[in-house]
């Protein structure tokens, strides 16, 4: 439960999302990949993300750690599923 509070904050998803590849976003430039969340509500997310050990800072940029990497190939499976999910329809 604690991952789901955690990734259901508001631009949780959307930082991991922008940190998928290898580019390794400075601060300014993640907040831009990210349409321009303020940057009291970014800090907060890195934080919260880094002491879940999913994110952290290399000094030259933001970039998921081996545990966030982890994370992605499950939200992956996850992405596959959802895809191929189809909601009963009302009747």
Known sequence: MALLDLLGRRWAMRVLWELRDDS???????????DGVSSSVLADRLRELGQADLVENTG???VLTEQGKTLRESLLQLDAWAARWQPRAEE
């Open 60 to 62: 030259e940029g933001y």
């Open 24 to 34: 390794s976003p400075t601060f300014r430039e993640l907040q831009q990949r990210c």
